[in-house]
């Protein structure tokens, strides 16, 4: 009996405490809705993280796919999603991985060229590559294991000259693996991308169609 109490006190305590954690989320996230403590929170798994890339006020400014370039005069794929935020924002990684990629803005950016200062992270786990780029700075080194929420830099404008008078911003790109043994970084424009937005969203984290973070939830591994 006491057993049981004592449990099911802890039981309460770590719902309070992850009612902590997600009331936390919500007072960022605006307007909040449908966001709740994960259901098996209590059952010991292990917790992970998912996170934004840039902080939770901070809008989802140009979505996946095609939009009028830079001239006006040509429809170009963008095999990303941009978001809204000023130099010096920072940049976080949306789950836990190893740092596969940093790339420097400047004339050699063989594979990475119009991304500037940029940091690829490899998530073992989903087998799913994400990149953060044009940022100000970069403060994480290839080969580093970080959480998800890690900060990996600060938003900028750098793309080694290809993009003149782009305005700073986040390009967040997530790609998958073409073929077994193959990485998609460095590689083609577009190769084994996916729409970020449904990516995030798969993670509990949804933008909606102004871009506004309206939903960041805590996802259990099994
Ligand atoms: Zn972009």
Redesign the pocket.
């Known amino acids: 009996m006491t057993n049981t109490f004592i449990s099911s006190h802890k039981r309460l305590a770590q719902w309070l405490s992850w009612g902590l954690v997600v009331g936390t989320m919500i007072a960022f996230a605006r307007p909040a809705q449908a966001f709740g403590p994960p259901e098996s929170a209590a059952l010991g798994p292990e917790r992970e993280a998912s996170s934004v890339p840039v902080p939770f006020d901070r809008k989802l400014s140009?979505p996946y796919g095609w939009r009028m370039g830079r001239t006006g005069k040509a429809r170009l794929f963008?095999f990303?999603?941009?978001f809204a935020a000023g130099a010096g924002t920072p940049v976080f990684a949306v789950r836990g991985g190893i740092v596969a990629h940093v790339a420097k803005e400047g004339r050699r950016c063989k594979g990475f060229c119009g991304y500037g200062n940029a940091v690829v992270v490899y998530h073992e786990k989903e087998d799913v590559w994400t990149l953060y780029?044009h940022l100000s700075k970069v403060g994480v080194e290839v080969g580093q294991k970080i959480r998800a929420g890690a900060e990996l830099g600060a938003v900028g404008a750098t793309c080694n000259r290809r993009f003149k008078g782009m305005g700073a911003?986040l390009?967040?790109e997530v790609r998958e693996r073409l073929e077994p043994g193959d990485e998609p970084f460095p590689g083609k424009p577009g190769a084994g991308a996916v729409d970020p937005q449904l990516w995030l969203a798969s993670l509990g984290v949804v933008y909606d169609k102004k871009g506004r973070l309206v939903r960041a939830e805590l996802s259990i591994s099994p």
């Open positions: 140009s963008h990303a999603v941009d780029a911003h390009h967040f």
